[in-house]
């Protein structure tokens, strides 16, 4: 790893435990009840975990509780619930032992996009004097994943030396059809779980399960692409005149 890329994850390091003492002064939580489901399903989440074609890191369906978190929870339930996403989805059946700082920089990742994505969306819609649960949506949205993957493709492009522009944008390609119906399922389960009715909520486990099971075959199969048109490729190679 260069110097860059260990200096950025300091920086960030540094961010999310600024903002963890932030969330940490908040004190208990108004709801005990509903934060401990949420925290539950957001965890059951983290664990549906797909890995990127040229990359080694993996997404998962926690962003959409995160969603949800800046929607209908506090600030620091919000933050704790990308945190212990980012951990879940860091260590649970890994393919191969994840090292520590790797751990340190996807806790720290996630707590910087969430508590950006919950600051924003709720800023702006006080800025601008709007009462909006679908603006907060979409504004929480778009800051948590434009964030989310360019952060990472940050210190991907550090730590090995690749253009960033390049990384960004397969790093967008693949995740974006993902975000985006993500977002739009913790939309309608936030407009059914307004207010004290959250079981709604727990209708996005399965939906989300199948939209996993549906992206995850679709990466499967796009890379089987890949590859059986990279092996046509060399057998016509070889197959030419004077090979």
């Not at 110097?3 to 999310?16: E, F, G």
């Not at 940490?24 to 939580?29: D, L, V």
């Not at 059809?177 to 709604?200: E, N």
């Not at 996005?204 to 092996?231: E, G, K, N, Q, W």
Request: hydrophobic share 55%; proline share 4%; with cysteine.
């Amino acid at each position: 790893m260069t110097n860059k890329a260990k200096l950025y994850i300091t920086i960030m390091t540094a961010l999310a435990a600024a903002i963890l003492a932030v969330a940490a002064s908040e004190g208990n939580p108004k709801n005990l009840g509903h934060f401990v489901l949420l925290f539950a399903l957001a965890m059951l989440g983290s664990a549906m975990k797909i890995r990127l074609p040229g990359f080694k890191t993996t997404i998962s369906t926690n962003f959409v509780f995160i969603l949800i978190g800046i929607a209908l929870f506090s600030f620091g339930e919000t933050v704790l619930i990308g945190l212990g996403g980012a951990l879940v989805q860091s260590l649970f059946k890994t393919q191969q032992r994840p090292k520590p700082v790797q751990v340190l920089f996807n806790a720290a990742c996630l707590t910087v996009c969430t508590a950006a994505a919950f600051s924003a969306s709720h800023s702006a819609l006080a800025i601008l004097g709007l009462n909006s649960l679908p603006a907060m949506m979409v504004l929480g949205a778009c800051v948590y994943v434009v964030l989310n993957t360019g952060l990472v493709s940050l210190v991907i492009s550090l730590a090995e030396e690749r253009p960033l522009g390049e990384v960004w944008s397969s790093c967008y390609e693949w995740t974006f059809p993902y975000f985006l119906v993500g977002a739009a399922v913790a939309g309608l389960a936030s407009a059914a779980g307004h207010g004290t009715h959250l079981g709604a909520t727990l209708l996005v486990v399965p939906t989300m399960y199948f939209v996993y099971v549906h992206y995850r075959m679709h990466i499967v199969r796009a890379v089987l692409d890949s590859i059986s048109s990279v092996s046509r490729e060399n057998e016509a190679l070889l197959a030419s005149p004077g090979r």
